[in-house]
């Protein structure tokens, strides 16, 4: 999602709108590295491909990233 800088015309930069997200884990458990959720998103986008079904690379990191979260 993109927000403008406030500048109307023909010259105004627009800048990506940044959403900060807390995460909590319990006591002693890791969160998934980024290294960890990129390798299972590809994995996502592989099995997509080799099914013909569409989607997107958004929707495999957040598959991805809620695979790793909740084990499912």
């Known amino acids: 999602m993109w927000q403008s800088a406030g500048v109307s015309g023909a010259n105004h930069r627009r800048r990506p709108l940044v959403v900060q997200v807390e995460a909590r884990f319990p006591a002693g458990d890791a969160a998934p590295t980024h290294a960890e959720i990129a390798r299972l998103a590809y ?8 099914e013909g079904r569409h989607g997107s690379a958004v929707e495999d990191w957040l598959r991805a990233e809620q695979e790793l979260l909740t084990g499912f």
């Open 43 to 50: 994995q996502c986008f592989e099995d997509r491909q080799r």
